[in-house]
């Protein structure tokens, strides 16, 4: 069993930035093929970022592309994701998941990944 733990979210002006980090409890952290979601409110939870185990190949939804950086410290046991030039439509709670399956994975599916953390808040005004 892995747990997750998101921080870092918050309340910002359009335009402004925030860095979401994801502690993991195990060192087995290095080995998972990590993913960032989001869900609005009355939405589906959504695929924003994911990153490999080793993590030199990264995956974005279009809608953050160019915008947000996904990246992990294994030696931290740590996932990261720096978001700049938000937007309102970025207002969502984020969540980070793992996956036991280190890549080769469909990487924007949800029910590719076995544990999740219980999410943080992020709030863009326009």
């Known amino acids: 069993q892995v747990q997750l733990v998101e921080s870092g979210g918050g309340s910002v002006q359009a335009g402004g930035s925030l860095r979401l980090s994801c502690a993991a409890s195990?060192?087995?952290?290095?080995?998972?093929?990590m993913g960032w979601f989001r869900q609005a409110p009355g939405k589906e939870r959504e695929f924003v970022a994911a990153i490999n185990w080793i993590g030199d190949n990264v995956y974005y939804a279009d809608s953050v592309k160019g915008r947000f950086t996904i990246s992990r410290d294994n030696a931290k046991n740590t996932l990261y994701l720096q978001m700049n030039s938000l937007k309102p439509e970025d207002t969502a709670k984020y969540y980070c998941?793992?996956?036991?399956?280190?890549?080769?994975?469909?990487?924007?599916?949800?029910?590719?990944?076995?544990?999740w953390g219980q999410g943080t808040q992020v709030t863009v005004s326009s």
């Open positions: 998941a793992a996956s036991r399956r280190g890549g080769g994975l469909e990487f924007r599916s949800l029910y590719e990944y076995n544990y």
């Open positions: 195990r060192r087995t952290f290095s080995t998972y093929a």
